[in-house]
């Protein structure tokens, strides 16, 4: 059964800190995995997706790396801002359909 | 384009009452997806239907809950007799056909407290 874990649970840091975000999960038989971005009462927004035969994608400040044969994935951000402020979900496809499996994400905190 | 709408967005309900949340997709879309989110948990995958069809319910507990999307109107997930660890936050996600999770749409969810 495909278990997704995300440490650290909890982050803060500085403004202007270069940060990595870590996701693990249990069965490298995936189809893509996806990082999102949820804010304190509104949905969740996709920020990356990395199909399984990619190593990493990127958008602004946001890379993310694959690496299915040990399982992991990395969000890196980089020169984060406040408004970089939320919880930073992983979630892994293993079949293409609709179905997630989530991390429990982790809690950032930038501070001014 | 007002995107996936849900409400209420905060329900409390006492032990044993009812809960309806609802949910109307994005314009164009006409698959539904319902996950479930645990205090300090991930989302977990519900139900997915299409209209008058519920399509998986596999991750639906087998008592109490059912969800509903009929040809007219928001797709409706009820949660009867209601206990304490149905404490939790509900998202709805759709999508225009089957094409899978990479074009989910979320909405902002509805949180449902149980006293």
């Known amino acids: 059964k495909q278990e997704v874990t995300q440490i650290p649970a909890a982050l803060s840091v500085p403004e202007g800190e270069n940060l990595v975000l870590n996701c693990s999960f249990t069965?490298?038989?995936?189809?893509?995995l996806q990082w999102f971005r949820q804010d304190p009462g509104k949905g969740l927004t996709s920020l990356l997706l990395?199909?399984?035969?990619?190593r990493e994608q990127t958008s602004g400040r946001l890379n993310a790396s694959l690496d299915k044969s040990s399982g992991r994935s990395t969000l890196y951000i980089a020169a984060s801002q406040p408004g970089d402020s939320a919880t930073y979900l992983c979630?892994?496809?293993?079949?293409?359909?609709?179905?997630?499996?989530f991390g429990s994400g982790t809690r950032l905190l930038v501070r001014p | 384009n007002a995107g996936v709408m849900q409400n209420p967005r905060h329900l409390v309900r006492r032990r044993g009452q009812e809960a309806r949340l609802r949910c109307s997709p994005m314009?164009?879309?006409?698959?539904v997806y319902w996950y479930r989110q645990l205090p300090e948990e991930g989302l977990k995958f519900m139900v997915y239907?299409?209209?008058?069809?519920?399509?998986?319910e596999s991750g639906m507990p087998k008592e109490r809950f059912s969800a509903e999307f009929p040809k007219e109107g928001p797709s409706i997930l009820r949660i009867q007799q209601v206990v304490r660890g149905d404490s939790a936050a509900y998202f709805c996600?759709?999508?225009?056909?089957?094409?899978?999770?990479?074009?989910?749409?979320f909405g902002a969810g509805s949180r449902l407290t149980v006293l």
């Open positions: 996600a759709s999508s225009p056909d089957f094409s899978g999770a990479n074009v989910l749409t």
């Open positions: 069965d490298s038989a995936i189809y893509n």
């Open positions: 990395i199909q399984s035969s990619q």
């Open positions: 979630a892994v496809n293993e079949d293409s359909s609709y179905k997630l499996i």
């Open positions: 314009k164009g879309h006409s698959h």
């Open positions: 239907l299409q209209k008058e069809n519920i399509i998986d």
